[in-house]
C-alpha cells in the first residue's frame, strides 16, 4: 500500500514538474529560424518589427541571464510574440557577415529592432538588460510607435549633385545656404542620421524648402578640401554656407528629429 502511494506520488510529481516545463516554455519569447532578409520579408506582409538577437559564437552569462530572466517574462514574451519577428543572428557565422552592415558597428552581444524598410530603429546592449530588466521593454514598445510612425513618411531630404564651385553658384542665385552633412562611410551617427532622420516628413520638407542640401563624403572627391577649409574634424558635421563660402552656422552629432530642424531653422537666422 506504501509503495503504491509512494509511486501515485512520484508520478503526480513528475506530471507536474513536466506541466511546468511545457508552461515555461510556451512564456518564452520565439525565436523563428529566417535570415534576417526573410525576416524583413516576413515584416512587411506582417506589420511587425524585426527583433534581432545579435551574437557571437560563444553565448555570455548575460544573455543566458536576458533569455531566463527576461524572455520568459509573461509581458515580455507577449509583446515580442505579438508585435516582432524575433531572429538570432550568429555574427561569426555567414549569415552574420552578410548581417554586418545593417548593424551599423554596434558591438554586441546587441539586442536590434528595425522596421520593414531595415531602418535601425533602436537597441540595448545584452549587458544593459541583465541589470535592468525593464529596458528591453521600453525600447520595444517606443520601437513600435516609431515603426508605425515612419510607416506614413513618403519624403526625404533631396541631396544636389555637382562640384563646390557649381554648388556655390547655385547658392547665390536662389539666395539659399547650403546645408552641407559631412559624413564618412565609417561614422556610425552619420548613417543613422541618413537613415532615421533624414527620411521624415517634417525634416524632408523643412530642408528641402530653405536650403540647397548636400551630402559629401569627406574623404572622397571635394570632400578633403572641404574638411580643410572648414576644418572639419568629428562626423558628422552640418554646416550652412553662403553663396560666397561663408560659413553661417554649423552644428554636429546625431540629431533627433525636432533638434535638427531647429538646427535648421537656427541657421537660417544667421543668414546674412
Known amino acids: 500500500m506504501y509503495a503504491v502511494r509512494g509511486m501515485i506520488k512520484t508520478i503526480a510529481a513528475a506530471m507536474f514538474t513536466l506541466c511546468c516545463s511545457v508552461t515555461y516554455a510556451q512564456q518564452s519569447v520565439q525565436f523563428e529560424d529566417l535570415s534576417f532578409e526573410a525576416a524583413v520579408a516576413k515584416a512587411k506582409t506582417t506589420g511587425k518589427l524585426v527583433f534581432v538577437d545579435v551574437r557571437g559564437m560563444n553565448v555570455q552569462q548575460v544573455m543566458k541571464d536576458v533569455e531566463t530572466q527576461v524572455f520568459t517574462q509573461d509581458s515580455v514574451a507577449g509583446f515580442f510574440n505579438s508585435n516582432c519577428i524575433n531572429i538570432r543572428v550568429n555574427m561569426n557565422s555567414e549569415e552574420g557577415k552578410k548581417f554586418a552592415p545593417h548593424l551599423a558597428m554596434l558591438m554586441y552581444p546587441v539586442y536590434v529592432f528595425f522596421d520593414k524598410d531595415t531602418t535601425q530603429i533602436d537597441y540595448v546592449s545584452a549587458g544593459m538588460v541583465a541589470k535592468d530588466h525593464s529596458l528591453l521593454m521600453g525600447k520595444a514598445r517606443k520601437a513600435l510607435s516609431e515603426a508605425q510612425m515612419r510607416a506614413t513618411n513618403t519624403r526625404a531630404i533631396t541631396f544636389t549633385k555637382g562640384s563646390w564651385k557649381e554648388l556655390l553658384a547655385k547658392a547665390k542665385k536662389e539666395n539659399k545656404l547650403i546645408f552641407l552633412d559631412a559624413y564618412t562611410t565609417w561614422c556610425r551617427p552619420c548613417i543613422m542620421m541618413a537613415k532615421n532622420v533624414f527620411t521624415l516628413n517634417d525634416v524632408a520638407d523643412y530642408y528641402n524648402q530653405h536650403f540647397i542640401n548636400v551630402s559629401m563624403d569627406m574623404e572622397k572627391g571635394d570632400g578633403p578640401a572641404i574638411a580643410k577649409k572648414y576644418k572639419i574634424k568629428a ?16 552644428s554636429s552629432g546625431y540629431q533627433e528629429a525636432p533638434e535638427f530642424i531647429a538646427t535648421g531653422k537656427e541657421a537660417n537666422q544667421n543668414k546674412k
Do not use: M, Q
Open 235 to 250: 562626423y558628422p558635421d552640418f554646416l550652412f554656407v553662403d553663396g560666397d563660402g561663408k560659413l553661417a552656422h554649423r
